[in-house]
Each structure stands twice: as C-alpha cells, then as structure tokens.
C-alpha cells in the first residue's frame, strides 16, 4: 500500500519547482492535492499533466480569503483535509543590507515576510478546522538558510528562521491535535524568483547564479538535488503511520550543515 492512500493535502506554491515535485510525488502515493499558487498558467500546466488527481486554486497566500478557498476546496472535492504544505516562496537574491537602497528596504521586507511567514500562519489558519478534525498535519518549506547564514541576505534568513520558530510554536499550540514540522531543501534549479519591491522579480534564481554547480561542488555530498530529491521527507511526515511521534522537528536535507570533507 502507498504511504499517502487517500490522503487530502493542499500545497502552495505547487505551480512549479518543489511544489510541482511535491504534488506529482505525492499523487504517486496515493494523495488526493489541491495545488494553490499565483500563477495561473502553471496550474494549467499541471492540470494538464495531472489531471483529476489535482483540483487547482490560484490565489495569492497572503490573503487569508484565498487560503481559505484552498482548504475548503480540499473538504469539498476530497471530504477533508489531512495535510497543509506551506511551500510559496521568494528569495532575495542575497542581497546584502548595505546593498540594499534604504527606499526599497520597508517595501521589500514587507513582500518576502508577507510570502515566506504571514503566508504560513494564514495558511494555516485556513486549515486548522480541517486539521483538527481530522487530526492531520502541517508541513512547513524552510531551507537550509533556516540555521545557517549565506543562503540569502537578511531578508530571505531572517524570514526562514522566523519558519522554526513557527513550527516549534504551532506544534505546541495544536499538540495533541495536530502535528507540525518543517522540511530545510538547500539549493536547487527552479523558477524562485525575489520581490517586485526590490526588483527582484523578472529573473529565476538559476538564471543568476550556477546553483547545480555551486550543490555540486559546496554541498557535504557533493551532489546536485533536483526537487525531487527532497520530497521524500515531506512523503514521511505527511504520513501518520510513518512519522506519528514526530512533530515540532525540523528535517535538514540540505546537505549544507557539514562541511564538505577533503582527502589527503
Ligand atoms: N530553489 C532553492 O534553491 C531553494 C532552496 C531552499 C529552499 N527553497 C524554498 O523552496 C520553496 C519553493 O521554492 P522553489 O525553489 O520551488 O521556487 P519556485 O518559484 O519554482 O516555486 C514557488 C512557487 O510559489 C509561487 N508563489 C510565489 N509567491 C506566491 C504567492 N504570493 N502566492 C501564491 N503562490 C506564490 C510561485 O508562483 C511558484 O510557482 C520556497 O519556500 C523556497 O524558499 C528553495
């Protein structure tokens, strides 16, 4: 029997990159997926490619009416929700606090928390009802900018710390209910892309930077992830029967926290 048989899970940002993995992993298991993001061409896309397994919602999440349309979407199409992924997100490109213009500073911080913190809480705020009753689970998109610094600027770090802290208190408040946990990626080739308020907006990160390259050559495995070799750790605790004692943890597969070991 797959992992996730039956399952009803809503991801956002499942337009592209790691959501995209994550919900195509997750159908595979068995799971029933509303995939919610901005971009209505990618949930075209997806639907396409997936079909009736995927009900799709475009929305933005940082408006608490449009997550509240993905979870009720998630009851209505599949008779309930047993997971809520937040995954939408924006990166800042590293940009330093020197180099950032004072005027674009306010504004910039503003978009990225709105994206990577205020969505999570509203999203899950959306679910809860859901959740509790069907004593599911949240599971939280972090990164490896999330303990260490360098994965980004004080924006994108900041914002990623700020998702432990959401994970350690969330499990505490909907303890026993409800689990919560986060999953930390570390680099990958996708289209994430920074805020418009810092113009960070029209370019992906792999435009940018080589990040196959620098996975390759920096990371303690000396491997290049694709997205979809992160997922498996979402599949585990998503999974009630396989991670049913876990919860408040966050899962580094990030490859970053060691440094790489040289011969000789
Ligand atoms: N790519 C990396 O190197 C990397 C590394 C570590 C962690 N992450 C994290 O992985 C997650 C997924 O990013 P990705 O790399 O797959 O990028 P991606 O851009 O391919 O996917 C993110 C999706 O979120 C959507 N989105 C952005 N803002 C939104 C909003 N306001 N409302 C709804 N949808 C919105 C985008 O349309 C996009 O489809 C993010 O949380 C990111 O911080 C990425």
Redesign the pocket.
């Known amino acids: 029997m797959s992992w996730l048989e039956d399952n009803s899970v809503v991801v956002?940002?499942?337009?592209?990159?790691?959501?995209?993995?994550i919900v195509r992993r997750f159908v595979e298991e068995g799971a029933q997926v509303v995939a919610?993001?901005?971009?209505e061409d990618?949930l075209h896309d997806l639907k396409d490619k997936l079909g009736d397994t995927v009900e799709t919602v475009a929305?933005?999440?940082?408006s608490t009416a449009?997550n509240d349309r993905a979870c009720a979407r998630a009851v209505e199409a599949f008779g309930k929700l047993d997971t809520f992924i937040g995954?939408?997100?924006?990166?800042d490109f590293n940009r330093s606090l020197p180099d950032t213009p004072a005027e674009q500073l306010a504004s910039g911080f503003d978009e990225l928390f709105?994206?990577?913190v205020k969505?999570y809480v509203l999203g899950v705020k959306a679910a809860l009802p859901a959740l509790r009753a069907s004593r599911g689970s949240v599971v939280l998109?972090?990164?490896?900018?999330a303990f260490y610094p360098g994965?980004g600027g004080p924006l994108?770090v900041a914002s990623?710390h700020a998702g432990v802290g959401l994970v350690k208190q969330l499990a505490y408040e909907l303890a026993p209910e409800v689990r919560v946990n986060g999953v930390?990626?570390?680099?990958?080739?996708?289209?994430?892309?920074g805020p418009a308020a810092l113009g960070l907006s029209d370019t992906?990160?792999g435009e940018v930077i080589p990040?196959n390259d620098l996975m390759a050559q920096g990371s303690a495995l000396r491997i290049a992830p694709q997205?979809e070799d992160y997922v498996g750790a979402y599949v585990l605790l998503a999974a009630k029967a396989q991670s049913v004692t876990v919860t408040g943890s966050v899962f580094d597969v990030?490859s970053f926290g060691i440094l790489p070991r040289f011969n000789g």
């Open positions: 956002t940002g499942a337009g592209s990159g790691l959501g995209r993995a919610f993001d901005k971009s990618k929305g933005d999440v940082r449009d995954n939408a997100g924006l990166w709105g994206v990577n969505g998109t972090l990164s490896n900018a994965g994108y990623k930390a990626p570390g680099g990958m080739d996708t289209d994430l892309r992906a990160i990040i997205p990030s």
